[in-house]
């Protein structure tokens, strides 16, 4: 019964890395901002084989990102406190900011669908 109770957290301890490693596997980086013009860019990124998902409209003005207006994002209840990662975003004019503690994946969605409206 022992050996059976071990190798079931065994089994669980695998899972739940190998789960990990995909949240990792999500990059998002800007494209240089000299060759967009102004406007409004809509982009998406939905999470394979889930129903999380996040849709933006980027405002780029001047070369600069003014402003990202999160449309729609479809996550957990503790995942909406990613939104505040557009603020982060603006501030330093990257994707390269730290993801919203306890909202890692939804953080990671919403950057990549960043990435999307500007490509």
């Known amino acids: 019964m022992k050996r059976l109770l071990i190798l079931i957290a065994y089994i669980i301890a695998l ?43 980027v405002t780029v003005q001047d070369h600069f990102l003014a402003a990202i207006r999160l449309v729609e994002h479809n996550c957990s ?4 406190k990613a939104g505040n990662i557009v603020d ?8 390269d ?7 890692t994946l939804s953080s990671k969605i919403i950057l990549k669908a960043v990435e999307n409206a500007l490509q």
Do not use: H, M, W
């Open 88 to 95: 982060r975003i603006i501030k330093y004019q990257s994707l």
């Open 77 to 80: 209840p503790i995942g909406k």
């Open 15 to 57: 899972l739940i890395i190998s789960c990990a490693s995909t949240f990792v596997d999500i990059n998002a980086s800007l494209p240089d901002l000299d060759n967009i013009e102004n406007g409004i860019y809509r982009g998406t990124y939905s999470f394979p084989n889930s129903p999380l998902n996040a849709i933006v409209d």
């Open 97 to 103: 900011v730290d993801v919203v503690s306890g909202a």
